[in-house]
């Protein structure tokens, strides 16, 4: 299971569009990768929605986010065209990605065990490192938990800077 400080494992996933993102490519700046159950349901629709609306505040912090589930990228092009979402959205149809990052595994839907995403969301810093993690998260206002973790992190490293004579 991936804990902050970890390095995040590198992967390559297709986008909406079929298009290959690869994580390591997005090193030097902070990432927001959100793991959600499936397009078009009501909790991942809210927390889509939250981090639509909150991508002004990410993107003037120059951070990029990425939503990730096995739906397929055709269905995630349809779900972000919908709702008009800002950021890509990764497919991982097997769920590998999910596994290595413990975003899968048993859960409880409607009082049956099923085997399935679990809401995780990993905040990486510039240096492909693990900054925060949210486990089993409540996909409303989750965005905004998020974001302000972010904040807090660009803003801790500029005390860094500042106070070690680099900026």
């Known amino acids: 299971m991936i804990e902050e400080g970890d390095l995040a494992p590198d992967f390559e996933l297709p986008d909406q569009d079929g298009e ?3 994580l390591s490519s997005q090193r030097g ?13 009501p909790g991942c629709t809210a927390e889509a929605v939250g981090f ?28 972000r065209e919908k709702l008009g979402l800002p950021f ?8 590998q990605v999910a596994e290595v990052y413990g975003a899968w595994g048993e859960k409880v839907v409607r009082g049956r065990r099923a085997m399935g995403v679990r809401r995780t969301t990993f905040l990486v810093n510039p240096e492909g490192r693990v900054a925060r993690v949210f486990r089993n998260v409540n996909p409303r206002g989750h965005a905004e938990e998020v974001v302000e973790a972010l904040e807090a992190e660009v803003a801790r490293e500029a005390d860094e800077e500042k106070f070690s004579g680099r900026a």
């Open 20 to 22: 290959p993102v690869r």
């Open 52 to 79: 639509r609306d909150a991508y002004p505040r990410v993107a003037k912090l120059g951070a990029q986010v990425f939503g990730i589930s096995s739906d397929s990228p055709a269905s995630h092009r349809r779900f």
């Open 88 to 95: 890509p959205l990764l497919s991982d149809p097997e769920h």
């Open 29 to 41: 700046r902070y990432l927001v990768l959100y793991f959600y159950p499936r397009d078009n349901t």
